[in-house]
């Protein structure tokens, strides 16, 4: 077996491992099962999308054998499918000029691609999972099912404050899981990248972060749903609130890329940058101003009057760099 297969194997039964850790039922479990992804991302980032096809099935089977037909879907659709499509994505390049010389270089498919898709394929997964759940629809079955999994968890607790807490918990529940595990796969992404630059196996260079653009097709969808949350009622306003709360995440991200700007002018740097992460972890409201900064930064371009503009788009062919 060649080299970049077997590494791609193993990577794949590491996934597996790590997802499988979560049914020991302790707390640092969870962490391993985050950080699922991350064996599968590097064997890709540095192979290439047949290294990271042969990982996730790797990682598939695997759970099929331990867990069952159910168990080897989910991880299909919460880890496979994602590596593959992030790294298809990541090694994509468009062949353009390198230089006054006229050589030939790779422009890399941009960060602010890979999520805005990313962002887009979870929204999908959104409303397939509305269209099978049931007469209940998506809300009355996350009401349910929160139901459950509280009085599993928490069985002491009173029947009346299970309702409450699985009340306030259903509204945003949708939205935050798929926010949660993009922002997860975002994460590894990174780590699988930077760990792959330090041990010199990375295929592309590592992208300038700061530099995030979204492309323009992404407000229109961002926009759809926001509508559908403000002018829909029932199931259709359920759907559009947790659709706007998923495609909303990328200017998250770009709004991001704005304060690390802006820090980037003062003295104390890091100090800002941690209160302002501290601030977003404690406060929801923290992050949806930061969302809010990544739409007008789309649309006003605020980090243009604070430093200077990020390279522009350069067109050409598609391929992957193999």
């Not at 990682?59 to 054998?65: F, K, N, S, V």
């Not at 919460?78 to 468009?94: C, D």
């Not at 404050?161 to 918990?169: D, Q």
């Not at 949708?174 to 990375?202: D, E, H, K, Y």
Request: aromatic fraction near 10%; charged fraction near 10%.
């Amino acid at each position: 077996m060649p080299r970049e297969a077997l590494a791609a194997v193993c990577a794949g039964l590491a996934s597996a491992v790590a997802t499988m850790a979560f049914l020991s039922g302790t707390f640092f479990a969870l962490g391993f099962v985050y950080m699922a992804p991350l064996p599968m991302l590097m064997a890709g980032l540095a192979y290439g999308h047949r290294a990271a096809v042969i990982a996730a099935l790797a990682g598939i089977l695997a759970m099929g054998w331990f867990g069952g037909p159910a168990t080897a879907g989910v991880f299909m659709i919460v880890h496979a499918l994602p590596t593959w499509m992030v790294v298809k994505m990541a090694l994509m390049a468009r062949s353009g000029s390198g230089g006054a010389d006229g050589t030939l270089a790779a422009h890399w498919m941009a960060p602010g691609d890979v999520i805005s898709v990313m962002a887009a394929f979870a929204a999908g997964l959104l409303v397939i999972a509305s269209q099978v759940v049931g007469d209940a629809g998506l809300s009355g079955f996350v009401a349910e099912h929160l139901g459950l999994v509280l009085g599993q968890m928490a069985p002491d607790l009173e029947a009346t404050n299970r309702a409450r807490i699985a009340s306030a918990m259903t509204p945003l529940f949708p939205g935050a899981v798929a926010t949660s595990w993009l922002v997860m796969v975002a994460i590894n992404t990174t780590v699988a990248q930077g760990g792959l630059v330090r041990l010199g196996f990375n295929r592309r260079p590592s992208p300038s972060y700061l530099g995030l653009e979204l492309p323009g097709w992404l407000s229109w969808p961002l926009v759809g749903a926001a509508a559908l949350a403000l002018a829909g009622t029932g199931e259709w306003e359920y759907m559009g609130r947790n659709l706007a709360m998923v495609l909303a995440l990328p200017y998250f991200f770009l709004g991001l890329a704005v304060f690390h700007t802006l820090a980037r002018r003062v003295a104390a740097t890091k100090p800002l940058l941690v209160v302002f992460y501290l601030v977003i972890v404690i406060s929801v409201w923290a992050a949806l101003v930061v969302a809010g900064i990544g739409v007008i930064e789309k649309w006003f371009g605020l980090r243009g009057r604070i430093a200077s503009p990020g390279p522009g788009n350069i067109s050409g062919d598609d391929h992957e760099r193999e």
